[in-house]
Every structure is written in C-alpha cells, then in structure tokens.
C-alpha cells in the first residue's frame, strides 16, 4: 500500500487533545491521526454497506414484520425467564 500526504483543518481544542495525546502515548501526532482516520472511515464504510444491504433486503422482500419480531423475542424472554426461575 502506498502512503499518500492528506491535510486536514482541525479546530484547536482537536489540536491541543492530539498534541496531548501525542507526548502521554509517545506516539506521533501522524500515527494517532493515521489511525484515527483509518477507523472511522472504515467504521463509516461499514455502516454504509450496512444500510444499502438492508435497502437491498427491503427491495428483494426479505423482511419480517416488527409485530412478527416483537412476538418472537416476547417468547424468546419469557422462556428464558421460566428457564431462569426453574434454577432459582
């Protein structure tokens, strides 16, 4: 993978936190913010796929009826409730 040169804007107070956390973790400002960036685009990214999935679900007709979930984790608590008791 070949590294790329990017700059960012970032409010002081953002400034001041990464300085901070830089000289307590004795790690480089560059890393902290390399890492930071890398997680939260990925976790963006995953949400994205997340919500075209369902858009692709939704489309294709495979969903299920929230009265249909909330009778089936209704029955799913109450057996494990009845099971929980039996221990007691």
Known sequence: MTDVTFSVRLPEETKSLL?????????????LAREAITHFVQSQADIVEGILQGIADVKAGRVVAHEDVKLKSRAIIAAAHKRSSRKA
């Open 19 to 31: 300085d901070a956390l830089s000289k307590s973790t004795k790690r480089s400002k560059n890393f």
